[in-house]
């Protein structure tokens, strides 16, 4: 058990999993990004680069479901 536990504090496996985990990150920018676009039309820079520059993924997800909802772009930002 012990050689399991090193190999995930290792800094090869910490690198991997990050790299992952940004994958995932940027998957969901471009998923939220491309259901607004199919859905609302053209969005305003300032969305787009929210969006693009968000790394919490509670947070993008909060918008999505969000997105689902609002009538307009500029209301998923509304309550921050």
């Not at 190999?7 to 607004?36: K, Y």
Request: proline fraction near 4%.
């Amino acid at each position: 058990m012990g050689q399991i536990q090193y190999f995930w504090r290792h800094p090869l496996a910490l690198q991997v999993r990050e790299e992952g985990r940004e994958e995932v990150r940027e998957a969901c920018r471009r998923m939220l990004l491309r259901f607004l676009e199919w859905s609302r039309g053209p969005l305003p820079d300032t969305a787009r680069a929210r969006i693009q520059t968000c790394t919490d993924l509670d947070q993008l997800e909060t918008w999505f479901e969000g997105a689902l909802h609002a009538m307009k772009v500029e209301e998923l930002f509304a309550e921050e």
